[in-house]
């Protein structure tokens, strides 16, 4: 059911930015198609650039235009622009954000609550909330007032806390939104309702019947142009930190004992929490990292291409070396009763030979073994390339002899007609809801950090050269040193006859 919104001006830092016209204006945009924004809402652009307002919203047609190639209706884009405005935020003036307070007092025009949603570099977060705190305009006296703040929050858990510190002396908890746009995802919200609402799989979802999970986020993709970047970040940083330690939360938490934003927080920082700080001095048994070579992969038409490995991608940019792992696989135990003693082994990587985000639930060993050729059953709950939750039982097969055969129970999320939804949509919706339960608390970022830290500052520190995987293959052999026996296996495709045995 919809929620009320109340009136209010969503004002965009680095709405002239990649994500901004990729992303934020076109999902706005459906927003507004979908009939979702309230009819008082304004949208203030701020850029750094002087921008006429004429100019501005040419160009959010062509943010359009590109996004949606098959054309869109006339009257909500009429609607759409008719909300739009743009604010010149030029940094080498001292007054500029005294011009934007003066700017949004027209309250005809902008609602005066206010949404901020910093689409800017990380560096800028904690600069641009000053300034706003400087002209008072996070001040909740008569308006609420919210700050989304972009990914990634901090590099580690020093700079998160600091980033928090400089924050909180102008925000309260309840007004910092902080982004991790996989919990967007309509599949990844789906975990929870998989779990909960089917009462064959709850009491099932424990140490006593689960052998262990896997949480994978697997790419064809490579680090494209974003060398410099991604050489200063890794697998570990860039996926695993945030988007993955979270699926492993929604996979793993206790139920909550209501759907209300702070009852599911609540149980994902209590799972956060309880998961067993890295034993650094046995890592080569709990941690294994590789750098993708040259290969070849599959693209979109099924066909191969040739594709350069990670280090000469980074020689031709310019860097010489690197031990920045393209690929990270870590084995997590939490402590609680539930799950004591089950290995959760998460892994994410560059260049795979399919790409492929789910969480694969490997059940333990029927009491009984009647023939040999019966299997252990798997959950695989999908979220890409597709939205489904398969399960897999053993089942004769015809014939005269006694035999099984692995059979899938193929359910399928999506159907014809569903609507698809971007993860910002939602995210941009529930910011301006008031619905925090999809963002990040502080408790969830301090305690992922303090589960990735000592595994980026142990492999930092091993300068020798990490080992390499051809471009387009699947996982490591060597990545097997994880397992904690030697039934287990990585899990792949999600199709039926995959390469599961
Ligand atoms: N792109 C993605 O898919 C993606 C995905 C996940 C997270 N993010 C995060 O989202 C944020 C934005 O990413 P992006 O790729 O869109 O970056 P980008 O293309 O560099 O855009 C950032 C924009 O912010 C503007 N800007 C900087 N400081 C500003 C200020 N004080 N006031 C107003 N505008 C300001 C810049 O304007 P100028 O051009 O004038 O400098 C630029 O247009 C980053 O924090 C990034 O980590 C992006």
Redesign the pocket.
């Known amino acids: 059911m919809a929620k009320t919104i109340d009136p209010c001006t969503l004002v965009l830092?680095?709405a002239?930015?990649?994500?901004?016209r990729v992303k934020l204006m076109p999902g706005l945009f459906r927003l507004d198609a979908a009939g979702r924004l309230p009819e008082h809402m304004a949208i203030l652009s701020?850029?750094?650039?002087p921008v006429e307002r004429d100019a501005w919203l040419a160009d959010i047609k062509g943010m359009l235009d590109a996004k949606f190639k098959n054309g869109y209706d006339q009257k909500v884009f009429e609607r759409f622009v008719a909300r739009n405005h743009y604010f010149a935020?030029a940094?080498d003036d001292p007054d500029a954000y005294k011009k934007m307070a003066a700017t949004l007092t027209d309250a005809n025009t902008f609602p005066q609550n206010l949404a901020y949603f910093l689409?800017?570099?990380?560096t800028?977060f904690a600069p641009?909330v000053e300034q706003l705190s400087g002209v008072g305009l996070l001040d909740e006296s008569k308006y609420w007032r919210r700050v989304l703040i972009?990914?990634?929050f901090g590099t580690d858990l020093a700079t998160a806390q600091d980033l928090q510190a400089r924050l909180t002396k102008h925000l309260k908890e309840t007004q910092i939104y902080r982004i991790d746009?996989y919990l967007g995802k309509t599949a990844v919200q789906g975990i929870m309702l998989t779990r909960f609402a089917n009462a064959i799989f709850e009491p099932l979802w424990n140490k006593d019947h689960i052998d262990h999970v896997q949480i994978t986020n697997n790419e064809i993709l490579g680090v494209g142009e974003r060398t410099t970047f991604y050489d200063a970040t890794g697998a570990l940083r860039d996926m695993f930190q945030s988007h993955l330690l979270q699926t492993l939360a929604l996979t793993a938490m206790e139920k909550p004992k209501d759907l209300k934003p702070e009852s599911i927080r609540a149980e994902k920082i209590k799972l956060l929490q309880s998961i067993r700080p890295i034993d650094v001095k046995n890592l080569n048994k709990q941690a294994f990292r590789a750098q993708y070579a040259a290969g070849r992969v599959c693209v979109g038409d099924g066909h191969g291409e040739n594709v350069a490995g990670y280090l000469d991608e980074l020689k031709r940019d310019g860097i010489e070396s690197s031990n920045t792992e393209t690929y990270a696989a870590v084995k997590l135990f939490i402590d609680n009763p539930r799950w004591q003693g089950v290995p959760f082994y998460v892994r994410t990587a560059k260049r795979m030979h399919e790409g492929n985000v789910a969480i694969s639930v490997k059940f333990k060993k029927s009491p009984m073994q009647l023939v040999d050729s019966q299997h252990q059953n798997w959950l695989v709950i999908s979220i890409q390339p597709k939205e489904t939750v398969k399960l897999e039982i053993e089942s004769k097969i015809p014939g005269l002899d006694i035999a099984t055969r692995t059979l899938s129970i193929d359910a399928p999320q999506r159907q014809t007609g569903d609507e698809s939804i971007d993860s910002y949509e939602t995210l941009m919706l529930n910011l301006m809801e008031g619905d925090p339960s999809q963002y990040l608390h502080i408790s969830e970022v301090e305690a992922q950090w303090k589960l990735v830290d000592p595994i980026v500052k142990a492999w930092t520190a091993d300068k020798s050269a990490l080992h390499q995987y051809r471009a387009g293959d699947r996982d490591p052999k060597e990545s097997g040193v994880i397992f904690d026996a030697e039934d287990q296996f990585w899990r792949y495709s999600i199709e039926l006859g995959g390469d599961k045995h």
Request: aromatic share 4%; no cysteine; glycine share 14%.
């Open positions: 830092f680095g002239s930015g990649n994500l901004s701020v850029g750094r650039s935020n940094s689409s800017v570099r990380p800028d641009v972009e990914k990634p746009h």
